[in-house]
């Protein structure tokens, strides 16, 4: 069973940067991706940026693409979003996710959730 937790969120001015991780208590095995998710306030979960385990295969929103960058270390088991060049629309609860078999990049297809890391940018 994969545990999920995730960490390194905060306050940050608009055009600063944070790293985000996930790290797994569980095994996690070379068929799974491991996706960020955010919501804002008042929205719905959306997807943020998605990694394939064994082969490191990316994947981004348009909202992110070329401001993010999502990785993986397996040898510690954990995934991490560096956020870079932030907006205030960027503010949101982020969440990490496991895809256990090959499927779609919506929140439905992504189970074991972690609990969440704020994150908050300011204008």
């Known amino acids: 069973q994969v545990q999920l937790v995730e960490s390194g969120g905060g306050l940050v001015q608009a055009g600063g940067s944070l790293r985000l991780s996930c790290a797994s208590s569980g095994p996690i095995f070379f068929s799974y991706t491991m996706g960020w998710f955010r919501q804002a306030p008042g929205k719905e979960r959306e997807f943020v940026a998605a990694?394939?385990?064994?082969?490191?295969?990316?994947y981004y929103a348009d909202s992110v693409r070329g401001r993010f960058t999502i990785s993986r270390d397996r040898a510690k088991s954990t995934v991490y979003l560096q956020m870079n060049n932030l907006k205030p629309e960027d503010t949101a609860v982020y969440y990490c996710?496991?895809?256990?078999?090959?499927?779609?990049?919506?929140?439905?297809?992504?189970?074991?959730w972690g609990q969440g890391t704020q994150v908050t940018v300011s204008s």
């Open positions: 996710a496991v895809r256990t078999v090959p499927a779609g990049l919506s929140q439905v297809d992504f189970r074991s």
């Open positions: 990694i394939t385990w064994v082969s490191g295969t990316t």
